[in-house]
């Protein structure tokens, strides 16, 4: 009997007393599905989210999940190299907030900067060699010429720039990753100022696969630049002048860019090595967080570092085939970790809950 009927022949019969013993009612939250395993080492241990950031795939397609930052109001936005949306902006329990999208085919770098008050998002193209300013809504703000546009490359040398970051001073660093691997070094109005870097294996202040670039403020007095040089194993310590400084090898990793939060690096593990294969290896990915020392402290996902007794790190490898290709780390207020994998088959992020 419905409702209304039932509570019509209730008075009708004098038993109004039901009417008065309605009480509302209240649905608890649905709980963050958690899975069991810990992973990390040491302080900095974790449990998986894998379906923090699922949506609609009709609705909001992804192909690779490359790159997420957040805002001052901690809205963590996500950039996809999908035409139909960039950008999806979710709140820090996966709730979507807002999509957008510039059509950016190989939509791959994303960082974001506080210039005055306002917060503005840079991205990079690697396949159109495009990198564009823009607000937190979409709205193109500038772009930055191509150096081989502007007589900073020869005009035969290839640009795909990957990263970005952005100096004390609004200096706009550009790694040029999938290209000629150098830094490339504008103003805050985009005008040239330097490059440094370069190709090569073997010399220590250039690169092979320039990937990430982020400024290292943990050191207030004298900031620097770290500059992820993937097929070297290494993240590199260059200057706001482009002068080296520094390596930190980082044996079986094959790093994304580097995350700074507090007094920590955080990097997302794109490929890795096997015991006894150390070629660069497909679906071994895995997350690595580096002290104030710029010491590994733990991999969640991977085996637990180790330093032998002359202080040299041992090789690293993936422990648990929970990610493919790592290839971004979003850290929030509460330490909680978003990681972003590219070649994953379109999933949307994971988050780990820190314990």
Known sequence: MKRRKFLKKTLKNGS??????????????????????????????YRLEKRWGDLDSEKYPVNNCH??????????????????????VYDTSGKLLNSWSLELKGAHGLSIHDEGGEEFLYI??????????????????????????????????????????????GDIYVSDGYGSQFIVQYDAQGKFIRKF???????????????????????????TLICSAR???????FSLGGDYLETFYMPGLFISRPVIDDENIYSGVCF?????????????????????ENKVVSNPGGTRPTYDEKGKLQLMLQK?????????????????????????????PYKLHRV
């Open 197 to 223: 870097g370069g190709d090569s294996f073997l010399a220590v202040d250039k690169f092979k696969q320039a990937h990430g670039v982020a400024i290292d403020s943990r050191d207030s007095n004298y900031p």
């Open 67 to 88: 790159e997420m930052v957040m805002d001052r109001q901690e809205r963590l936005f996500l950039l996809t190299d999908h035409t139909k949306n960039n950008i999806l």
């Open 272 to 292: 890795g090595m096997t015991e006894g294969n150390y070629n660069m290896q497909l679906n071994k990915g895995f997350v690595t967080v580096l002290d104030k």
């Open 124 to 169: 990079t193209d690697t396949a159109s060699g495009r990198v564009i300013k823009t607000t937190l809504s979409g709205a193109i703000v500038m772009e930055l010429d191509a150096p081989n546009t502007i007589g900073a490359y020869e005009t035969n040398m290839r640009y795909s720039p990957t990263e970005t970051a952005v100096g004390p001073n």
């Open 16 to 45: 109004a007393t039901l009417v008065s013993t309605i009480v509302p009612f209240y649905i608890m939250p649905t709980k963050p599905r958690l899975e069991e395993t810990v992973l990390g080492h040491g302080d900095f241990k």
């Open 320 to 348: 648990q085939p929970i990610f493919k290709h790592c290839h971004d780390v979003c850290v929030d207020n509460d330490k909680n970790l978003y990681v972003c994998q590219w070649n994953a088959g379109k999933i949307y």
């Open 231 to 237: 097929i070297k194993n290494s993240f590199k310590r």
